[in-house]
């Protein structure tokens, strides 16, 4: 793929993402009206979630019809190119469904084993992240970075846990942040917090398991402001999902070494 080719996919998809986070928002502000349905424990899915897929589907398909598509909510459309396009049409259903500020639209664009772009929308604070593979990374037009020259002491770490996993896990895990002198935040939205990283308002996140939609735009923009992220194929994460652990450069090893602990089996 030429660096022209790359430019163009990243400029049409701030767009899609811009007016699929628009699209969003007006179902947001009714969101008492809203149809849902339970997918599972703390699991919902509304009628935005299905509409706005659609919606950056359509749009996607027009723009590069030989790319490949994953979504949360249908089924991937298979696609010509190396290129495959990952949608999490609202990432924090929970929040958007009883009117919590606190959710975003992502799209990553992943080509082989590499997520090229990352795009994390917070309409409700006219936030767009956005990050091209080797660019730097942004909010709206501003160059973003992580922090610098923290220990977990001085700072908080972003925490995230679904029904996927046991809740023994994030319990351990919060107190090992705790016994390390840090204090922990949760905000229902791990696109959301890995933004926070990645613009200076979290030292790291730390989740269990997550699903590609959910954090391989983050993941990257967390790369290029600096952060440090652990590595993984992006082809077997939109297969499988898995662990995530970014963070700052100073405590990325510390989280690392927290996770392994908290979330490896314990007798009794």
């Known amino acids: 793929m030429t660096s022209e080719e790359q ?30 349905e339970i997918k599972g424990h703390q699991d919902f899915v509304s009628e935005a979630d299905k509409n706005v897929e659609a919606f950056v589907r359509n749009a996607l398909t027009k723009a590069f019809p030989e790319d490949g598509i994953v979504g949360e909510e249908d089924e991937p459309k298979s696609g010509e190119s190396e290129f495959t396009w990952v949608i999490d049409p609202i990432d924090g259903t929970t929040n958007f469904i009883h009117g919590i500020p606190a959710w975003t639209v992502v ?33 709206n ?57 990645a ?21 990257l923009l967390v790369a290029e402001a600096g952060g440090v992220i652990e590595q993984q194929d992006a082809a077997k994460m939109i297969a499988d999902g898995g662990r995530v652990i970014v963070g ?5 090893d510390e989280l690392l070494e927290i996770a392994e602990r908290s979330y490896a089996p314990r007798p009794g």
């Open 7 to 36: 430019l163009n996919r990243y400029t049409v998809a701030q767009q899609i993402t811009k007016e699929a986070g628009e699209l969003a928002l007006g179902y947001f502000r009714r969101f008492d009206s809203l149809r849902t």
């Open 107 to 139: 799209l990553a664009g992943v080509r082989r084993e590499n997520v090229e772009i990352g795009i994390v929308n917070d309409p409700v604070h006219d936030e767009l992240y956005h990050c091209s593979r080797g660019g730097g990374a942004y909010c």
């Open 141 to 197: 037009s501003q160059k973003i970075s992580v922090l610098s020259g923290r220990d977990l002491g001085n700072g908080s770490v972003g925490v995230g846990f679904s029904g996927r996993t046991s809740s023994l896990g994030i319990r351990n895990l919060i107190d090992e942040i705790m016994d390390a002198g840090g204090v922990f935040y949760r905000n229902g939205s791990g696109a959301l917090s890995l933004t926070f990283v």
């Open 199 to 219: 613009s200076g308002k979290l030292l790291g996140y730390v989740e269990q398991h997550m699903n590609a939609w959910d954090c391989l735009a983050g993941q």
């Open 248 to 252: 700052i450069p100073e405590v990325f």
